[in-house]
């Protein structure tokens, strides 16, 4: 049995999108859950009178030196008692867009998260 929930997540903060994918599939003797999230919000908004004429974007690169940087992590874990597997990836950063006469500064939280249990009966071990 395959099971898809898809969640668009929002909120009052309209420069934050939560995006959810979670998927939920059972076999003969396991169930994998498999959720992936992206998280997006805007941390800056710079206005340029001539799009050829980038200079302010400048300001952006040195009040975002922090975020400039990509970060990403892996978590794995194994319990043997129970049967159970966890594995999370996140990845973290930084990128620009431009819409208009608009400079986006956008920041990024990626998650792939997986967990294996064992299954008997049709229920959890």
Do not use: Q
Not at 49 to 73: I, R, S
Not at 97 to 115: E, L, N, P, R
Request: charged share 35%.
């Amino acid at each position: 049995m395959r099971e898809i929930v898809y969640k668009n997540l929002t909120g009052s903060n309209k420069k934050k999108r939560d995006l959810c994918i979670k998927e939920v599939i059972t076999r003969d003797d396991f169930m994998a859950t498999i959720e992936r999230r992206c998280l997006y919000f805007v941390r800056e908004k710079v206005y340029i009178d001539d799009p050829a004429n980038l200079d302010k974007l400048k300001v952006l690169k040195h009040t975002n030196d922090v975020w400039k940087k990509k970060h990403f992590h892996i978590l794995r874990n194994h319990d043997s008692r129970t049967g159970e597997d966890k594995m999370i990836c996140k990845v973290a950063g930084t990128f620009y867009a431009i819409c208009g006469h608009y400079v986006f500064c956008i920041a990024f939280v990626h998650s792939f998260k997986i967990d294996f249990e064992a299954v008997t009966d049709g229920k959890k071990a």
